[in-house]
């Protein structure tokens, strides 16, 4: 049973970065496609980005690309979204989720394994 926990969350000015880590236990980040969700009041959890397992490619929603970096370190079994040039459309909720199959799926009930999440907040 894999567990994942995020942290990294807080509050930040508009322009300013953030960097989120989903640290795995009872798995390993690089055997499973991780994925980073959020969830903003009152709408439904959407796909930020992903990497897939093992090969290491990448995927972002279009609202984020250029801006958010998906990595992963193995040795720590982390992974990490680098968030910068943030927005107040980015306050949200942000979940990290991993399924063993390969390939970045951007539905939520594709992944059997969630944090419990970690709030960002942009604002000035």
């Known amino acids: 049973q894999v567990q994942l926990a995020e942290s990294g969350g807080g509050l930040v000015q508009p322009g300013g970065s953030l960097r989120l880590s989903c640290t795995a236990s009872?798995?390993?980040?690089?055997?499973?496609?991780m994925v980073w969700f959020r969830q903003a009041p009152g709408k439904e959890r959407e796909f930020a980005a992903g990497?897939?397992?093992?090969?290491?490619?990448?995927s972002y929603t279009d609202s984020v690309k250029g801006r958010f970096t998906i990595s992963r370190d193995n040795a720590k079994n982390t992974v990490y979204l680098q968030m910068n040039r943030l927005k107040p459309e980015d306050t949200a909720v942000y979940y990290c989720?991993?399924?063993?199959?390969?390939?970045?799926?951007?539905?939520?009930?594709?992944?059997?394994?969630w944090g419990q999440g970690t709030q960002v907040t942009v604002s000035s």
């Open positions: 990497i897939i397992r093992a090969a290491g490619s990448t």
């Open positions: 009872g798995g390993t980040v690089s055997r499973h496609t």
């Open positions: 989720a991993a399924r063993e199959a390969i390939g970045i799926l951007w539905f939520a009930r594709a992944y059997a394994y």
